[in-house]
Every structure is written in structure tokens, then in C-alpha cells.
């Protein structure tokens, strides 16, 4: 039976996927390799079958394994169907051939928190590779400053979360979730 809902719409955790995943990719594949990616993805995101779709998605990671909207597009309908077991594995994919994508860290974390229970020890991990590799990620600090509230580890969450606040210019999203944590902790 075919499913017909294709990939769905964006959450904000997509949108989020999607906004941060748009870096440009140093490494590229040979441009005929890249070529066949490319075609691969645009025939999946028109298909109605969303399983030979991720069977094209796939193939185009395999052809060309830079190619981020492939890695883009498998997150998006993992995630859609609360699969995080595969966002992971799309992500840890990533990584292997551009180790420096932060957001493919921060898609991990996110896929952690998203367990039930969360994963919390694993997602810490992914968030802080990604605040490594860009000191300046408000978002990263604002999921390492949750985290170690959670644990009690009071002095470093408030590090983390001040960071996190005093990006509200560029994020008021993220500032305003490390406000609210703030308050919470009693720190505002």
C-alpha cells in the first residue's frame, strides 16, 4: 500500500533542521556524482510514495554523500513520524563526511531530547561538539544550559544560559527560552 502523505509539512524542529543545515558544504563530490545526487532528490521530493522516496534519499547520500539537502530531507520525514532512531543514523551519516556540520550535531541533540524518556547524557554530548565547533550558537547553549540545570549543575547552566540570553538580537526564540529558564532557576 502506498503512503500517500509524501513528506509533511515543517515543524518548528524542521524548520530549524532546515534554516541550520543550509551552510555551505566545503567538500563536494565529482560534479558528475553531484549531478546524479541532485536528480535523485528532486525525483523523491516529488513522489507520492514516501518509501521509494526515502529509497531515492538514500541512493543520493551513497552517490554523493555532501549533498546536504538528501540528509535535509531524511531528517525531515524521520522526524515527521517521531523516528529518531533514524534522524540519528541520517545525521551521524552527515558527520562522517563533514565532521565540522553543526547542525548535524544539533539535530542529534534534538533526536536524544526526543526519546521517551529523553536521552539526555547522549544529546549533552551532541550539543556540545556543536557549541565547539561554533562558540558563538545560541541554541547550542541554550539546550547545554537546560540540560545542566536538570543535573544540578547550577554555576555551569547559568554560563551557558547567559550566552544563550544575551543572543536576543539574532535569536529572541532562543533568548527568551533561556529567560524563562532563568527565572526559573531563580536567576533573573
Not at 543550509?22 to 563536494?28: E, G, L, N, Y
Not at 540540560?147 to 535569536?171: H, M, V
Amino acid at each position: 500500500m502506498r503512503d500517500r502523505t509524501a513528506l509533511k509539512p515543517l515543524t518548528l524542529v524542521a524548520a530549524l533542521m532546515l534554516a541550520l543545515a543550509s551552510a555551505a558544504f566545503p567538500a563536494r563530490a565529482p560534479d558528475a556524482n553531484a549531478g546524479k545526487a541532485r536528480a535523485l532528490v528532486d525525483a523523491a521530493i516529488k513522489m507520492t510514495d514516501s518509501d521509494a522516496a526515502v529509497k531515492l534519499l538514500w541512493q543520493a547520500t551513497d552517490i554523493d554523500p555532501t549533498l546536504d539537502d538528501a540528509y535535509i530531507y531524511l531528517g525531515l520525514y524521520y522526524n515527521s513520524r517521531s523516528d529518531f532512531t533514524n534522524v540519528i543514523k541520517v545525521y551521524q551519516k552527515l558527520i562522517k563526511y563533514q565532521p565540522k556540520q553543526v547542525s548535524a550535531y544539533l539535530n542529534i541533540g534534538e533526536a536524544y531530547m526526543s526519546f521517551s524518556p529523553a536521552r539526555t547524557d547522549d544529546a549533552l554530548v551532541y550539543f556540545r561538539k556543536a557549541y565547539q565547533l561554533d562558540p558563538k550558537n545560541s541554541f547550542a547553549a541554550l539546550r547545554i544550559g537546560e540540560l545542566l540545570a536538570q543535573t544540578g549543575q547550577r554555576d555551569e547552566a547559568l554560563k551557558y544560559l547567559r550566552i544563550a540570553l544575551g543572543d536576543s538580537a539574532r535569536n529572541p526564540t532562543v533568548a527568551s527560552e533561556a529567560e524563562k529558564t532563568l527565572k526559573q532557576m531563580g536567576a533573573l
